[in-house]
């Protein structure tokens, strides 16, 4: 085989996506052969060379697996947590195959989280460049008006540069009204943001679909296996993804 750079080796291998497999590297926390490793952009054979990450040697996965979790509120979307508090793997039980998860829900979130230790799809659900369409169901703290609905559609100056444009919709009508949101970027509480910038709190944050994969019948902290169909479905969705679309209310 010939040489891959090391962070496509360890997303491979389960271990964590690429993107924090770099952090990995860069922490001195991954060994080639004995030898501590910590420049990005280096190199090593995966079929010969001794991979460990803290000491544990890497394998290739014999299987690869996509598996559906409806995250609860309380856990944070990582494997392991400095402050000891519950991650979403702790509601992986029964599942043989070391995974990982796919991009971010934040503590106080819910809804469709994906975890995988297929590193390529991994890194095409979360690259920039794909656009993948993440839908929300959002409830604030009062309803926007028109002028601020197209501003959310437009885009806004979040933490010093412009969101894409995104997709909004009122569904449910009340004091603390319910909105659909579809974005195609993943800035960290991008949502909170945008709302708080327009003079509003997200009182709940549930996301419901990625792509063409929706969270469907699962109850909190219930995870199902896609099968192979669903996933080539949606690697097909990820080769030629939506773009956005200016969305009116109904």
Request: proline share 4%; with cysteine.
């Amino acid at each position: 085989m010939p040489l891959e750079r090391l962070q496509k080796i360890l997303s491979t291998a389960g271990v964590a996506s690429r993107r924090k497999a770099e952090q990995l590297i860069v922490d001195g926390r991954v060994t080639v052969n004995g030898a501590i490793v910590s420049e990005l952009g280096s190199r090593a054979d995966f079929d010969v060379d001794h991979i460990k990450v803290d000491g544990k040697l890497l394998h290739r996965p014999k299987h690869l697996i996509c598996i559906a979790l409806n995250k609860p509120v309380g856990y944070v979307t990582t494997v392991s947590d400095p402050q000891h508090r519950e991650t979403v793997m702790d509601l992986m039980r029964g599942v043989k195959e070391r995974v990982y998860p796919v991009g971010r829900l934040d503590y106080h979130s819910e809804g469709l989280l994906l975890l995988t230790n297929d590193g390529e799809l991994a890194n095409a659900v979360t690259s920039a460049v794909n656009h993948v369409a993440k839908t929300y169901l959002v409830k604030i703290n009062g309803t926007l008006t028109a002028d601020q609905e197209e501003a959310f559609r437009h885009g806004l100056p979040i933490e010093g540069r412009m969101t894409k444009a995104a997709g909004l919709k009122l569904v449910r009508r009340a004091d603390n009204p319910w909105y659909e949101v579809r974005l195609f970027e993943g800035r960290k509480n991008q949502i909170r943001m945008m709302f708080r910038h327009l003079g509003f709190l997200v009182e709940k944050l549930k996301r419901v679909q990625i792509g063409n994969l929706s969270l469907g019948s699962l109850k909190p902290g219930e995870f199902r296996y896609l099968d192979s169909e669903e996933i080539e479905r949606f690697k097909r969705t990820l080769a030629a993804p939506a773009r956005p679309r200016r969305e009116k209310n109904a």
